[in-house]
């Protein structure tokens, strides 16, 4: 496919999406009902069905006997560890090995025409961006992933958490799923928010930031600290009359989710004329510039609320080196008054 029909690519190679990004169409005032309707089937398929998919599939095959589960032991919570580790290197070393290391698309549609695996830098263990950001995701994000599992999994056994049945609230449970991306996005905001928090960021965040050009390793390369704050939206289902279908398909838009914030292609072509899209410019424009996109795509659109949203266009990018740049003026006199008392 001819990535310049849909986008454009500046001279030092960065390839950006000509449509801006937009926040969902229920959103708009006025209403435009039919635009929200044929939005609807974007937001279920593939992504959020892709979830629920594989949350039914541990709910049948994966998840230990919520007898068994009532104590907890090394012996479950590390299977469940196992299974994690091995569905992550099957569906993310997938898309890395066609579109990384095959480069099976070359860079069509890549926003940074740069392969990590072509500039070694020293931020990184063993100054490689694959090799850091692999080794960080199996020993930090899967493990953080999977206490947040065993925890809630734990709590659902032994009766702490309000457990409604499928057959007595099929309704409230059905409004649930459908709102638990809504729940995901708003828990991220939050988190992300918080470890961009000066202290936060130096010592727990700036690891994931290190990539400044994502890979699909890059998703859960996360300090321990921030994997666990990130999965930990499960456990909102503790807290709320839920079921643990639906805690572990939170579990899921979280842990298979953070692949499509960081593959770094607006769209993976599948054939000739068609291809998936992605949804990873958001997450992308976070990773290049740091101060925006904190959230999702604006299923809630807290970032457009709280004046940190990017579309990708001109407007946008002009908007946020303003903010910086009053940002700077307003720490200036601090800095000034600092050196005079010194
Ligand atoms: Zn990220
Ligand atoms: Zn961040």
């Known amino acids: 496919m001819d990535d310049l029909r849909f986008g454009t690519r500046d001279e030092r190679g960065y390839w950006s999406p000509r449509a801006r990004l937009a926040i969902p169409p229920y959103w708009a005032w006025p209403p435009r009902f039919i635009d929200a309707l044929k939005w609807?089937?974007?937001?279920?398929?593939?992504?959020?069905a892709y979830f629920m998919a594989t949350a039914l599939a541990y709910w049948y095959f994966v998840i230990p006997d919520f007898e068994v589960m009532k104590t907890l032991s090394w012996g479950w919570a590390l299977r469940l560890y196992?299974?994690?580790?091995?569905?992550?290197?099957?569906?993310?070393?997938?898309?890395?090995?066609?579109?990384?290391?095959?480069?099976?698309?070359?860079?069509?549609?890549?926003?940074?025409?740069?392969?990590?695996?072509?500039h070694p830098s020293s931020v990184f263990w063993f100054k490689s961006q694959n090799i850091d950001n692999f080794l960080r995701t199996f020993l930090s994000g899967i493990s953080m992933w999977t206490a947040v599992e065993v925890l809630m999994l734990y709590a659902f056994a032994n009766g702490y958490a309000p457990w409604l049945g499928w057959a007595d609230h099929p309704l409230?449970?059905?409004?649930?799923?459908?709102?638990?991306?809504?729940?995901?996005?708003?828990?991220?905001?939050?988190?992300?928010?918080?470890?961009?928090?000066?202290?936060?960021?130096?010592?727990?965040?700036?690891?994931?930031?290190?990539?400044?050009?994502?890979?699909?390793?890059?998703?859960l390369s996360m300090h321990?600290?921030?994997?666990?704050?990130?999965?930990?939206?499960?456990?909102?289902?503790?807290?709320?009359?839920?079921?643990?279908?639906?805690?572990?398909?939170?579990?899921?838009?979280?842990?298979?989710?953070a692949l499509n914030g960081h593959f770094g292609f607006d769209k993976l072509e599948i054939t000739e004329g068609r291809a998936l899209d992605g949804e990873a410019f958001s997450h992308y424009?976070?990773?290049?510039?740091?101060?925006?996109?904190?959230?999702?795509?604006?299923?809630?659109?807290?970032?457009?609320?709280?004046?940190?949203?990017?579309?990708?266009?001109?407007?946008?990018?002009?908007?946020?080196?303003?903010?910086?740049?009053?940002?700077?003026?307003?720490?200036?006199?601090?800095?000034?008054?600092?050196?005079?008392?010194a």
């Not at 299974?83 to 698309?105: D, M």
């Not at 990130?230 to 989710?257: C, D, E, K, T």
């Open 82 to 118: 196992a299974v994690n580790a091995a569905a992550v290197f099957v569906t993310y070393g997938a898309v890395e090995l066609v579109y990384y290391a095959r480069r099976k698309q070359g860079t069509r549609f890549k926003y940074n025409a740069r392969f990590p695996s072509d």
């Open 224 to 257: 321990p600290v921030e994997a666990f704050l990130y999965h930990a939206v499960a456990l909102w289902h503790l807290v709320i009359p839920s079921n643990p279908l639906i805690a572990l398909f939170q579990l899921h838009i979280a842990g298979f989710g």
């Open 285 to 341: 424009l976070h990773h290049k510039y740091f101060t925006v996109n904190y959230g999702g795509d604006g299923l809630i659109p807290l970032d457009k609320w709280f004046g940190s949203w990017h579309d990708g266009g001109p407007e946008a990018e002009a908007a946020m080196r303003e903010r910086s740049r009053r940002k700077r003026d307003r720490s200036k006199p601090e800095r000034r008054s600092a050196a005079g008392a």
């Open 172 to 219: 409230y449970l059905a409004v649930l799923v459908f709102v638990a991306p809504a729940i995901h996005e708003v828990h991220f905001f939050l988190i992300h928010r918080l470890i961009h928090t000066p202290f936060l960021y130096k010592w727990v965040h700036q690891v994931h930031h290190h990539s400044v050009n994502p890979s699909p390793w890059s998703s």
């Open 40 to 48: 609807l089937p974007k937001y279920l398929f593939p992504w959020n």
